[in-house]
């Protein structure tokens, strides 16, 4: 089975500007998690969906949101960005409770 | 709000010499994963423990779920450069399936 995909790899933005991060999870996985890793904060939880719904919400504002489609391909978008946004952006899929990660997406925001 | 400490947060050692990494809560949760992470990808899944007191072994890793199911620990025999990473601990909030991932633990092991 292909494992989870993640794009882009890398991304610069510049502040106030949106960016859109794409997740391909595992075929078969109806859930999908994103999460945010600094070096600071370490890996924060964003949000879980699950067949097209938001099942689970971390506690970033709501410059941060995302969605599911049918497919249960995912993505995760947020606006005005400001440079502490500038991280890791992680996607994970899973069936159960263990969950798999992708590459994630290198966010750099000036 | 649940949390999980990781000790040490860095941890410099020779090839060859063992080492223990420990995660620790005060919360229960129904499972608890351990993944290694290099940097620039995505951390991978090493195990999950499930039942409190479970040992897991993984070639020269030895992973312990505590009885109380709030802590864990990863212990590493005769380490080897291939080993260097950073370790993350997670546990499932049994409630909402949410994982919490611990502080990290950032491992180099030099030749």
């Known amino acids: 089975k292909a494992g989870v995909t993640q794009t882009p790899r890398y991304l610069i933005k510049t502040r106030g500007q949106q960016v859109t991060l794409s997740c391909s999870p595992i075929?078969?996985?109806?859930?999908v998690s994103w999460y945010q890793q600094t070096p600071g904060q370490g890996l924060q939880f964003l949000f879980e969906y699950f067949s097209e719904t938001q099942r689970n919400k971390g506690n970033f504002p709501g410059r941060f949101s995302g969605r599911q489609f049918s497919n249960s391909r995912s993505e995760m978008n947020v606006s005005t960005l400001e440079l502490g946004d500038s991280a890791l952006y992680l996607c994970?899929?899973?069936?159960?409770?263990?969950?798999?990660f992708g590459p994630g997406t290198r966010l750099t925001v000036l | 709000t649940q949390l999980l400490e990781q000790s040490p947060q860095f941890l410099s050692i020779q090839e060859g010499e063992n080492l223990t990494v420990y995660c620790n809560s005060s919360s229960v949760f129904s499972s608890l994963q351990w993944y290694r992470q290099e940097p620039g990808e995505g951390p991978v899944l090493l195990v999950t423990?499930?039942?409190?007191?479970e040992v897991k072994k993984l070639k020269r890793l030895t992973f312990q779920f505590g009885d109380a199911r709030k802590d864990s620990s990863l212990h590493i025999t005769a380490a080897q450069p291939g080993d260097t990473g950073l370790y993350l601990c997670?546990?499932?909030?049994?409630?909402?399936?949410?994982?919490?991932f611990g502080t990290g633990t950032l491992l180099a092991v030099q030749p």
């Open positions: 994970a899929s899973s069936q159960g409770y263990e969950q798999f």
């Open positions: 423990v499930v039942t409190g007191g």
């Open positions: 075929s078969g996985h109806r859930s």
């Open positions: 997670a546990g499932a909030d049994g409630a909402t399936n949410k994982l919490i």
